[in-house]
Nanobody
Framework: QVQLVESGGGLVQPGGSLRLSCAASGSSVSRYVMGWYRQAPGKQRELVAI???????NYADSVKGRFTISRDNTGNTVYLQMNSLQPEDTAVYYCNIRHPLFPSSSYWGQGTQVTVSS
């Protein structure tokens, strides 16, 4: 069983930066696709960014050029560097990992709140 622990959320002013981290434990997930999703109040959960085991990345259009996803050398921790944050980025951010060949093997973190406000 895999556990995901997220950290790094908080309150930031518009134009500021935050870095989210998600550490996986319980099993090696170096082959998994790792990603970040977010859910704002009253809205559906949406993809923010994903990164493959080989380092290929994909971003939502709304965050391209502002957010950067990366993973550490062990492949068990994923980061989301968020720059130039705007109020519309306010949401609960969730870490997700999934096996590329077995999509049912998917795990979610508990979520971390990001609030962008002056």
């Amino acid at each position: 069983q895999v556990q995901l622990v997220e950290s790094g959320g908080g309150l930031v002013q518009p134009g500021g930066s935050l870095r989210l981290s998600c550490a996986a434990s319980g099993s090696s997930v170096s082959r998994y696709v790792m990603g970040w999703y977010r859910q704002a109040p009253g809205k559906q959960r949406e993809l923010v960014a994903i990164i493959s085991s080989g380092g290929s990345t994909n971003y939502a259009d709304s965050v391209k050029g502002r957010f950067t996803i990366s993973r550490d050398n062990t492949g068990n921790t994923v980061y989301l560097q968020m720059n130039s944050l705007q109020p519309e980025d306010t949401a609960v951010y969730y870490c997700n990992i999934r096996h590329p060949l077995f999509p049912s093997s998917s795990y979610w973190g508990q979520g971390t709140q990001v609030t962008v406000s002056s």
